[in-house]
Structures are given as C-alpha cells and as structure tokens.
C-alpha cells in the first residue's frame, strides 16, 4: 500500500474516530494466479468485450447529459434475471435498486438505517468491510460468533439470541458467507424477518455470491413477499464475471428502495455503467455457463483438500476456507513465491482460496504440495 502523505503544518485532520486506520486493500499484484478476491477468472469474450464496447461507444453519445438518474432499463433487465434464476416472479422496478458494487448497495442500506444510536449485528468471521460501512455512517457494529470450525454454521437459535441480546436495528447475514462459504438455511432468514419485524428491524441476506450455491438451495429472494423488512443483496462482480465495471443490487419493499433513494448521491450510477451492465445481462448465458465450471471446480478442490489432510469449510460459494495451521504466513508467501496469491483471511491457521481458470487450480494445487508437502 502506498505510505500516508507526510503531514505538513496546517495539514487537517480527519475525524477522531478515523485516526490511524488504514484503508481497506488486498494485495493486487500483478502473478499468474490470482486467486485472493474472489474474482471470476474468466474475462469477456471478445464477441462480448465488443459488444460491451459498441454500448458504451453509443452511450457516450450523449455524455454531456447526466444519466437516467432511476436506470430504469438496467433495473427491468435484472428483475427479469432474477426471475429466471431464482424461480421468483420479476420484481418490479419499484422493488430493485442498483449501485457501484454492493459495497455501495449495503453502505447506503446503513445511511438509511443505521446511523447514530443504532446498532448493526453480523456473524464473525464475516465480511471484512461491514464494520467499515457501520463506521462510516456512525453504527454501532456487533459480531456474535458463527458455530465451531470447520462447518462455521450458524443456527436459528444462535441467530434469535444474538438478536435478543443486542436489539439491533440492522441485521446482516450472508449466504453464502464470505470468507467461510457456508450456506444459509432459509428457516433462519425467516425466523430472523419474523423477529426483527415488531421492532421495524432491517434484515440484509447477502448474497454476492448466491449463483454458486448447489442445486435446489432456494435463494431468500424467494421469502420477499412474506417479509416487508427483508433486503437481498447481490452483485455483478463474482457470477457475472463484471467486477471491474461495479455493479451490485438488491431487491426489497419498495419502501425500503424509497428510503435509499434519500441518501444516494444524484446520478451515482453513470451511463457507461448502465450501459456495460445491460450488455452484460443480455450475454447472461455465456457468462453464467461458467458458474457451472466454477462449482465443479470447487467441489473437486474441496475433495482434493480433504484428501491432504486438510480441514475444509463446506463450501457454496466460488472460493474455499481450508486450515493450514500455525504455519499459515509461510506457507501463504511460499504459494506467491511460486506465483499463486490467495488470502490471509478468517480465523488464525486458515487460508481462503478463490476458485481460478483449471489451469490456475492446478498451479495453486502443485505450489500447494510444495509449500506444505503432505
Ligand atoms: N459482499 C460480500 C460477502 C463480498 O464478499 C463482497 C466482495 N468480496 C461484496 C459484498 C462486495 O462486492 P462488490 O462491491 O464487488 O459487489
């Protein structure tokens, strides 16, 4: 990470509360195998790197206008993808709200519902960034505990107790849960809705990497007509393959979209953004035909770990949490030695792997053996 500019005299200072904190930031270095951020390695075709490339030559067309400040356009195309995968009928438009990424989805979600004297609950180890959205917008951050190593579950009860005991008004739970992988029973999202429901409570299903979970699992998009506080999340980023264009989204209550639509910044989503993403949905079944490789993929490393010995998070999502022990920095730098980055992430002696291109599972697989042989 680049060093802080040195402070010269009269140099302002920011917020108290932001003193000494470092920006987030996983290592992007340039290696043969990059499996730290759970990325889809598989890049645009180039028949859909041109097409992408035509929308955008025709929405820059009109640049010097703002865009459509609603997207109402790219907001049907993902209602009727929603549709489709998850068995749901179309939201609405009224229902889908879109932003850069759902790193900007869920911290407008807390603009609008956390804030001062409010209080988000999560389920560690979570997401790294949740207690950043909760800084920001001043909410006060819980995190109750998932279940032991190495399945990571979490329960009804735990979920109902942890909300009695911090009475939070914003609830987050992800499924599959990143960086863990863990599946969500639906039984749980339903009794958490329930719970939060006479307290106005908000309830997030985070679902950035939904697609990847197997077969038959329901997604919680298919609880929203039973529960006006639940909010389901979902990003463009990982099963799409699109994160370097940040686009993420989520379907609610109307009421909950009125809501964001106070806090959000006019024109947040740009027309070239609109316009890559709308090119993006309409390529959907090349693009998500590799989710179904990503998932065999995963299930065969998942198997080859075990295999070593290793314990291994039961996986749904496209990348893997597997224990390594003490030792986990060497052996985390001797796998970029031999140029395959993953992440030091989750709780002490466990490394998580994202699932890359079979060749790059297989260079990760063979540094592996080398860096720990077994
Ligand atoms: N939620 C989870 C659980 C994630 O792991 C990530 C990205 N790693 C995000 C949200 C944000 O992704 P994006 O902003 O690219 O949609």
């Known amino acids: 990470a680049p060093s802080p500019a040195p402070a010269r005299p009269g ?20 290696v043969p195998h990059m499996l730290n951020v759970n990325e889809n390695p598989f890049p645009p075709s180039p028949a859909l790197a041109a097409a992408m490339g035509e929308a955008v030559r025709e929405a ?22 929603l549709a489709e995968e998850s068995g749901i009928p179309a939201p609405a438009a009224s229902q889908v709200w879109v932003a850069n990424g759902s790193n ?16 988000a609950l999560g389920f560690a180890p979570h997401y790294s960034m949740y207690p950043e ?10 995190a109750a505990d998932r279940g032991p190593a190495p399945e990571f579950a979490l329960g009804t009860e735990q979920v109902l107790s942890a909300i009695a005991e911090h009475s939070p008004d914003v609830v987050v739970l992800t499924s599959p849960n990143n960086p863990t992988g863990t599946a969500l029973d639906l039984e749980i999202v339903r009794a958490a809705a329930k719970a939060l429901a006479p307290r106005r409570g908000l309830l997030v ?5 939904g697609e990847f979970r197997r077969d038959g699992v329901p997604s919680a998009l298919t609880l929203l007509p039973e529960h006006a506080n639940l909010v389901v999340s979902r990003t463009m980023s990982k099963a799409f393959a699109l994160a370097g264009a940040r686009v993420g989204y989520l379907v609610a209550d109307p009421a909950i ?10 024109y947040h989503l740009s027309a070239v953004t609109q316009a890559v993403a709308r090119t993006a949905i309409a390529h959907r079944a090349e693009l998500l035909s590799q989710v179904a490789v990503l998932r065999a993929e995963r299930d065969a490393l998942a198997e080859h770990l075990r295999g070593r010995g290793h314990q291994v998070a039961p996986s749904d999502a496209n990348f893997i949490l597997f224990h390594v022990g003490e030792d986990r920095h060497r052996i985390w730098q001797a796998l970029l030695d031999r140029g395959v980055l993953i992440r030091e992430v989750g709780p002490e002696g466990w490394l998580r792997v994202s699932l890359g291109t079979p060749e790059d599972n297989t260079a990760f697989r063979t540094a592996l053996q080398e860096a720990d042989p077994r």
């Not at 140099?11 to 340039?30: F, S, V």
């Open 104 to 119: 900007e989805v869920m911290h407008q979600l807390l603009l609008a519902f956390g804030g001062p004297n409010r209080t």
């Open 11 to 30: 140099t302002p200072a920011p917020r108290e509360d932001l003193a000494g904190m470092h920006p987030y930031g996983a290592p992007q270095l340039d």
């Open 133 to 142: 959205y909760a800084r920001d917008t001043f909410t006060r951050w819980v």
């Open 60 to 81: 820059a067309s009109c640049l010097n206008r703002y865009p459509d400040r609603e997207f109402e356009a790219l907001r049907a195309d993902l209602g009727a993808y």
């Open 205 to 209: 299903v985070d679902e950035a990497y």
């Open 257 to 266: 979209v009125d809501a964001i639509r106070i806090v959000r910044l006019p």
